[in-house]
């Protein structure tokens, strides 16, 4: 478990917030790629993680959908979610070639016909102009831009990609004040997690972008209405999604529950404190310029 009353003295003693540091945009080597992959496995340090975004998809995935994830790496989201919505096409857009290999290797063993890939820069997505989607989604990815430009290209680029009623969802780390506040949460990840993984997870969280920039960012690019959802006393994660757009059917159901019922006792409570520590902000209508 993390030291909650550590990581609120060093965040809240610290005097000012860092400045990001970028990180490569695509990840092409290949031990990093297992590692990551290797991360993301039921039982690993993201389980908590994933169930919390499976959960939360399922009130915002329709039968017919188009949907694309932005930066999707090797897609461990999007192997997931592809069999449990069969009638829904999904593509997953990346630079990595080594990512998207994993990724369109791993779908068609699992005969995921629905499931597609592009290499491209989710800034502009040339193969889909002109087109329009029903859902973006994003995990664990936007850090990764290199930039404050290019995370304002990705959101209005959302904002042309998406259908009328369609949806978005967005997380992602935010940047913490105190390096010792990022040592405890990398030590938390390394219990579980390869060497190669938490050097990358470490690197990702220098490379997070200021909460108040993206969420001042989003507001000013993101088709509206939509919540945005900070994590409570610390700035460390942010969920950026519109309202539901359906009821999650009974075989979605079922999985979910299958995957609450396998993890551990440690990865429910932190999955539960992901559900209830989110200090949530509803942007209903367009602002109007002065």
Same mark, same amino acid.
């Given at each position: 478990m993390l030291p909650l009353?550590?990581?609120?003295?060093?965040?809240?003693?610290?005097?000012?917030?860092? #400045?990001?540091?970028?990180?490569?945009? !695509?990840m092409t080597d290949a031990a990093q790629v297992a590692a990551y992959v290797k991360a993301y496995e039921?039982?690993?340090?993201?389980?908590?993680?994933?169930?919390?975004?499976?959960r939360e998809? !399922?009130?915002?995935? $329709?039968?017919?959908?188009?949907?694309v994830d932005l930066a999707c790496g090797p897609g461990p989201l999007l192997l997931e979610l592809a069999p449990m919505y069969p009638q829904t096409r999904f593509i997953g857009a990346d630079l990595s070639p080594t990512m998207l290999d994993y990724l369109r290797r791993n779908a068609a063993e699992r005969g995921l016909a629905n499931l597609s890939v592009l290499q491209e820069d989710i800034r502009f997505l040339p193969s889909l102009q002109g087109q $329009?989607?029903?859902?973006v989604i994003s995990t664990s990815a936007l850090h990764h831009l290199p930039d404050e430009a290019s995370l304002r290209q990705v959101f209005e680029r959302v904002g042309t990609l998406l259908a009328p009623g369609g949806g978005f969802y967005f997380f992602d780390f935010a940047l913490l004040k105190s390096a010792r506040t990022r040592s405890l949460f990398v030590a938390e990840v390394a219990r579980l997690a390869p060497a190669i993984t938490v050097h990358d997870y470490e690197v990702s969280l220098q490379a997070a972008y200021p909460m108040d920039f993206v969420l001042q960012t989003a507001a000013a690019a993101l088709p509206r209405p939509y919540t945005a959802s900070p994590s409570a006393l610390v700035d460390f994660l942010y969920f950026l999604q519109s309202p539901a757009r359906t009821s999650p059917a009974a075989p979605v159901r079922e999985r979910l529950d299958a995957v609450w019922r396998g993890l551990s006792p440690a990865m429910k409570l932190e999955?539960? #404190?992901?559900?209830? #520590?989110? $200090?949530?902000q509803r942007l209903d209508a367009t602002p109007v310029a002065d």
């Amino acid at each position: 478990m993390l030291p909650l009353p550590r990581i609120l003295w060093h965040e809240y003693t610290s005097r000012a917030r860092p #400045m990001r540091v970028p990180e490569p945009e !695509a990840m092409t080597d290949a031990a990093q790629v297992a590692a990551y992959v290797k991360a993301y496995e039921w039982g690993g340090p993201t389980s908590a993680l994933q169930l919390h975004h499976m959960r939360e998809l !399922a009130v915002m995935i $329709r039968p017919g959908d188009v949907v694309v994830d932005l930066a999707c790496g090797p897609g461990p989201l999007l192997l997931e979610l592809a069999p449990m919505y069969p009638q829904t096409r999904f593509i997953g857009a990346d630079l990595s070639p080594t990512m998207l290999d994993y990724l369109r290797r791993n779908a068609a063993e699992r005969g995921l016909a629905n499931l597609s890939v592009l290499q491209e820069d989710i800034r502009f997505l040339p193969s889909l102009q002109g087109q $329009r989607v029903d859902l973006v989604i994003s995990t664990s990815a936007l850090h990764h831009l290199p930039d404050e430009a290019s995370l304002r290209q990705v959101f209005e680029r959302v904002g042309t990609l998406l259908a009328p009623g369609g949806g978005f969802y967005f997380f992602d780390f935010a940047l913490l004040k105190s390096a010792r506040t990022r040592s405890l949460f990398v030590a938390e990840v390394a219990r579980l997690a390869p060497a190669i993984t938490v050097h990358d997870y470490e690197v990702s969280l220098q490379a997070a972008y200021p909460m108040d920039f993206v969420l001042q960012t989003a507001a000013a690019a993101l088709p509206r209405p939509y919540t945005a959802s900070p994590s409570a006393l610390v700035d460390f994660l942010y969920f950026l999604q519109s309202p539901a757009r359906t009821s999650p059917a009974a075989p979605v159901r079922e999985r979910l529950d299958a995957v609450w019922r396998g993890l551990s006792p440690a990865m429910k409570l932190e999955h539960l #404190m992901l559900r209830v #520590m989110r $200090r949530r902000q509803r942007l209903d209508a367009t602002p109007v310029a002065d």
